[in-house]
């Protein structure tokens, strides 16, 4: 099975827990109010702690449907957390399942430096196309930039 992996770092303007907590803590509730193309978050199992599933649901006409995550490791103090992506109409024959390794550090100014570690392990010896990962990866950032423009929007939120 061929993985891949890939490494982004960003660098943003909120700081590191209230980023976390709008992501990770509380993006049952954030996502649906801020982003279009998600109808809803809803935990299958576990109560959001390691183990715990969430199903992302997305509006219909999107490019998938629904979006299973398993929750790995959740390090609020330090703003570390760690998810497989375990389910999703979109992986078809190509996409086993998704791991994200994610850490928010402080950055001068009172901002984040945001550090992503994803890996990509396809069925078999299939290899994705550049296509899909590339319109992952769009999916995914659009969230950060969502939740970003949102809490620099609501300064007050999850201080």
Excluded: W
């Amino acid at each position: 099975m061929p993985v891949l992996t890939f490494n982004d770092e960003f660098d943003c303007s909120v700081a590191p827990h209230r980023l976390f907590h709008g992501l990770f803590m509380d993006a049952h509730n954030l996502m649906p109010k801020i982003m279009p193309v998600v109808k809803s978050i809803d935990f299958v199992s576990g109560d959001g702690g390691p183990g715990s599933v969430q199903q992302v649901n997305f509006v219909d006409g999107y490019q998938m449907k629904y979006l299973k995550n398993r929750l790995d490791f959740k390090d609020k103090d330090n703003c570390a957390i760690n998810y497989t992506a375990i389910e999703s109409d979109s992986f078809g024959d190509t996409i086993d399942y998704i791991s994200s390794e994610v850490k928010f550090d402080a950055a001068p100014g009172g901002g984040s430096k945001c550090t992503i570690k994803t890996t990509v392990c396809p069925k078999g010896d299939v290899v994705p196309d550049e296509e899909t990962l590339k319109a992952g990866k769009e999916g995914h950032m659009q969230q950060y930039k969502a939740v970003i423009a949102h809490l620099i929007e609501n300064p007050h939120l999850y201080a």
